[in-house]
């Protein structure tokens, strides 16, 4: 059995602790005595592997209701993320998902919110994104990333939790938890380091859970004084002087506990005179596989009057750091196959867009055809495009993406008469077959777009270029929404973006519809040529970006240009049918 095999760590966790169950294949752990449709708002947390206890250590009565497990490092799938909340949740039950903010998660548990409201018929789900961490100031905080979750998100697994086992509903919930991350009454920052001849050395401080490298460094000292200093430097620019706080000190996974107490000695004497300590925990509660750090988060008392009784409740998880109430009365853990998931509501074709059975559906083909097409035989160039930033795959993404849906389209398995239902078709064969961020991209623009073509039933309409011009604003709104991408980011975002625009005013004209498209597919183009002088901000290549050594780029945005390249083909497959 392979050492990172998280499949055969969770079944580790069942065996020592019982309450639980683990679907198998889908490495979610969930409280068996969860009950759907009890009333109580439904707790969902996750994210990679290697942060243990987090994410599964703290389900159980008065935290989460399940967790859901990547592969290290790795944000779980969207397949995975489905199946956790089918097995816990009725479609009537509330839900929400609880999510550290960094893109991989925001985007699959995004993915997953969006489908199932859509094709599952869940009816109130919520996604609270925690990005809490200080190290980095705000002012040079891109919106396409904003401020990486770290341990403070169990705290808010903690308050939330308690709220939910009282019976809290999800409004009063999901607002005291977006208020408590929005206002800044929870702050984390962390350090790591390497110990040699009782010297403290290569020092990074606002280093990431995932082994990202630190946004400072200091020199080798011989005690925690100089880090403490800077560290409730950066903490009291979040967290006012003065407050009354709980402090959570959280070793990220290779901090010896004899380090751990003569660090927790020097800080509490050092924040003494800037803030009133009530209640301290300290222990691994969201770690970084071994990795030799420490973080401190501070939790703001004069948020709530509320927080230490919701601190207090009972729990009964695998992760004893709230400590433990009896557990003799749970069931053995056990494992549980789900199996395949059914279409919980069935398809409903009355109330979509029809396109026309001849014409519409002929065109529908050769578009399809065409972009696919084009984008399989652009792999090399797009792949030769991303090198210049990234990992230089963009071209191997996109390309299996494309042929995957092509598969489908010859097997005759693609619903051309719908569009609603094609889309919808498009987005899960990208998310399940085309991975990367640009197949979470892509599917959450096919899935918003296609809620534009169903209407209250009141017979057979039709689909114009105004629906599709609608349809791409939904798209984009969505991949925004998630992405948290803007305009001038140097993304495939550009590209779409003017070319909506450009369509819009088409229609908005009156023009054809083959200059509607013409107009579109010259927007993104232009707009792709344009990333060529573009700063990235957002993206892997946005690390490498840098305003004091500015990268002059040979080649545009490679999202951009596969934009363009569909845009060009569609154009082009547009002409074909319709001149």
């Known amino acids: 059995m392979s050492l990172s095999n998280v499949g055969s760590s969770l079944t580790g966790l069942l065996k020592a602790h019982p309450g639980l169950q683990l679907l198998v294949d889908r490495n979610c752990v969930v409280r068996a005595d969860n009950v759907a449709a009890d009333g109580k708002v439904k ?43 089918r ?60 401020k990486r979750g770290l341990a403070g998100v169990v705290l808010v697994h903690k308050l939330l939790g308690a709220m939910a086992e009282k019976g809290c509903d999800i409004e009063e919930i999901y607002n005291f938890g977006e208020r408590l991350i929005q206002g800044n009454f929870v702050a984390t920052i962390g350090f790591t380091f390497d110990l040699k001849d009782d010297t403290l050395e290569n020092i990074e401080i606002g280093k990431g859970i995932h082994g990202e490298p630190g946004v400072y460094t200091m020199k080798a000292c011989k005690d925690f004084s100089s880090i403490i200093d800077f560290a409730i430097a950066k903490l009291t620019n979040r967290v006012s002087k003065a407050a009354d706080v709980v402090l959570l000190i959280n070793n990220l996974g290779g901090t010896s506990e004899f380090l751990m107490g003569i660090f927790v000695n020097s800080l509490v004497e050092k924040i003494k005179p800037v803030y009133s300590v009530r209640r301290i925990y300290c222990g691994t509660f969201l ?76 065109l529908a083909s050769t578009i399809l055809n065409f972009v696919c097409e084009a984008l399989v035989s652009c792999t090399s160039m797009l792949n030769i495009i991303d090198r210049e930033a990234g990992d230089g795959d963009t071209g191997t993404t996109i390309g299996k993406g494309s042929g995957a849906i092509l598969e489908q389209l010859n097997a005759g398995k693609l619903d051309l008469a719908h569009p609603r239902h094609l889309l919808q078709q498009i987005s899960i064969i990208l998310q399940q ?25 009141e017979g057979n309409q039709t ?30 975002l550009d590209a779409l973006k003017e070319g909506e625009q450009r ?71 547009c002409k074909q049918v319709l001149v």
């Not at 689909?463 to 980011?489: F, M, N, P, Q």
């Not at 005013?505 to 344009?530: H, I, M, N, W, Y």
């Open 503 to 573: 369509l819009a005013s088409s229609v908005s004209q009156g023009l054809p519809v083959l200059d509607c498209v013409e107009s579109f597919t010259k927007g993104c183009e232009e707009a792709a040529r344009k990333t060529q002088q573009m700063v990235a901000k957002a993206g892997r290549a946005s690390y490498a970006a840098s305003s004091a050594t500015p990268i002059v780029y040979k080649y545009p945005d490679p999202g951009a240009h596969a934009v363009s390249i569909w845009a060009r083909a569609l154009f082009e497959a």
């Open 43 to 85: 707790l969902i947390s996750g994210g990679g592997s290697g942060h243990e206890p987090a994410h599964a250590g703290y389900v159980g009565r008065g935290m989460l209701t399940a967790a859901v497990c990547g592969d290290i490092y790795s944000s779980p799938s969207v397949t995975a993320i489905l199946d956790c909340l």
């Open 87 to 146: 097995s816990v949740a009725s479609f009537k039950d509330s839900v929400i998902f609880i999510v550290k903010n960094y893109t991989g998660d925001r985007l699959s548990f995004g993915m997953a919110l969006e489908r199932a409201q859509a094709a599952m018929g869940f009816e109130n789900l919520r996604m609270l994104l925690v990005g809490e961490d200080c190290a980095i100031e705000d002012s040079n905080i891109r919106k396409s990333v904003g």
């Open 433 to 457: 077959d085309m991975g990367g961020s640009s197949g979470a991209l892509y599917s959450l623009f096919f899935q918003g777009a296609s809620t534009v073509f169903t209407y209250p039933a």
């Open 463 to 492: 689909v114009s270029i105004a629906h599709w011009s609608r349809a791409l604003c939904e798209g984009i709104d969505t991949i925004v929404k998630y992405a948290l991408t803007e305009i001038g980011d140097r993304t495939m």
């Open 287 to 362: 770690s970084s596989l071994n990795q030799a750090g420490i973080s401190v988060t501070v939790l703001n008392l004069g948020y709530s009057q509320k927080i230490l009784e919701y601190l207090d409740f009972a729990v009964n998880t695998p992760s004893t750091l709230f400590g433990k109430s009896d557990a003799a009365y749970l069931p053995i853990s056990t494992t549980i196959y789900i199996g395949i998931p059914e279409p919980l509501v069935p398809l409903n074709i009355s109330n979509m867009y029809t396109i026309s059975e001849d014409l519409g559906v002929k």
